[in-house]
Nanobody, 123 residues
Framework: QVQLVESGGGLVQAGGSLRLSCVAS????????MAWYRQAPGKQRELVAD???????NYADSVKGRFTISRDNAKNTVYLQMNSLKFEDTAAYYC?????????????????WGQGTQVTVSS
């Protein structure tokens, strides 16, 4: 019973900016790594950026210097600030979270995905 809800997508001109948000809700003990992926039509889903609970970040080469991932652990939220957007950034963006769910003595880590939010960059 974990839900990830993304928001912030939309249509923007090349060179513009968007800020995506993903909020996790439900019953879980903790959230480990949170990440943003994207998938363009006819393409495989690819990792854009991820961040650990301690704040360590990782970016795809194609977005380094333009995108910034951050998280607010108290709010169970991860953000993706996207600047200097290019036409090639057009894709559906998905939030992923690795969450810990504990049932008595049997905790386990599960992978959850959001439904996605569309980012369209016009040239």
């Amino acid at each position: 019973q974990v839900q990830l809800v993304e928001s912030g997508g939309g249509l923007v001109q090349a060179g513009g900016s968007l800020r995506l948000s993903c909020v996790a809700s439900g019953s879980f003990s903790a959230i480990n790594t949170m990440a943003w992926y994207r998938q363009a039509p006819g393409k495989q889903r690819e990792l854009v950026a991820d961040t650990t609970t301690s704040g360590t970040t990782n970016y795809a080469d194609s977005v380094k210097g333009r995108f910034t991932i951050s998280r607010d652990n108290a709010k169970n939220t991860v953000y993706l600030q996207m600047n200097s957007l290019k036409f090639e950034d057009t894709a559906a963006y998905y939030c992923k979270a690795l969450v810990i769910i504990k049932r008595g003595y049997y905790p386990a880590e599960y992978q959850y995905w959001g439904q996605g939010t569309q980012v369209t960059v016009s040239s």
